[in-house]
């Protein structure tokens, strides 16, 4: 059976191709000098509009993910609810599911059971990032469980300290991206590709720009404020 023929380029990475693109126009531009004004001004632009969609690509793959997996009917659920589309979740993707019911679960809401021995899961629907109290918890029922591995998942982030304590525990942590990401594979939603991934990166891209902009005035007008202070108002010459 023959194999089927993977993603095209343009689908992969239309931001490339875009920025490449306009590269190209720039210099044939250039090359023609007075008589390329048109094409050095559509390369101009083009490779502007490539390099905004490489910027905000990561942030429009995650809106997409999280429109495809309804993270925000997930924001409203209970815990119970999380942990049971959790157990849907993993069971989907090959595990032997236990819910580690009540107040005594020890550290650990979902049990794993697959190939590669018990994992235990903490399932954290959170508003608010989750800290490292969650990691030591998970790490503690490792041992309780006589699992071999242990994950926190969670509707929301981590903090910079649970991050930490994870990386140097070899726990698995999900946050918010990849628990969409994770549950549209789940659902047989195809990937964002090409145009339709493309003009969404380039409007998250110019969002993050405008960010930027405005932070780096805020910075320059706090600057000016300090440092005009440190002098003192001129006197008049009576």
Not at 88 to 110: M, Q
Not at 173 to 185: G, K, S
Request: hydrophobic letters at 45%; charged letters at 15%.
């Amino acid at each position: 059976m023959p194999s089927r023929p993977g993603p095209s380029l343009w689908a992969r990475h239309p931001a490339v191709i875009v920025t490449t693109c306009g590269l190209v126009l720039l210099w044939f531009g250039e090359a023609l000098g007075k008589a390329g004004a048109f094409f050095t001004g559509l390369g101009f632009l083009t490779a502007a509009a490539g390099v905004l969609a490489m910027t905000g690509s990561r942030r429009a793959r995650g809106r997409y993910d999280a429109v495809q997996a309804s993270l925000v009917s997930i924001d409203q659920m209970s815990g119970t609810q999380f942990e049971v589309l959790l157990t849907w979740l993993f069971t989907t993707t090959g595990y032997r599911v236990s819910r580690v019911a009540g107040s005594g679960d020890l550290g650990a809401d979902l049990l794993l059971d697959g190939p590669g021995g018990r994992t235990t899961v903490q399932a954290k629907r959170w508003s608010a990032p989750v800290g490292h109290a969650a990691i030591q918890q998970v790490v503690a029922a490792m041992a309780y469980y006589r699992a071999r591995g242990a994950m926190v998942v969670t509707n929301a982030t981590f903090s910079r300290h649970a991050r930490r304590l994870a990386e140097s525990n070899q726990v698995v942590l999900w946050d918010r991206d990849v628990l969409a990401r994770e549950l549209r594979r789940a659902r047989g939603v195809p990937p964002a590709t090409g145009a339709a991934l493309f003009w969404p990166a380039v409007g998250a891209g110019m969002t993050l720009l405008w960010g930027w902009l405005n932070r780096l005035a805020r910075v320059t007008a706090s600057y000016t404020t300090s440092s005009g202070s440190k002098w003192p108002p001129r006197r008049r010459r009576q």
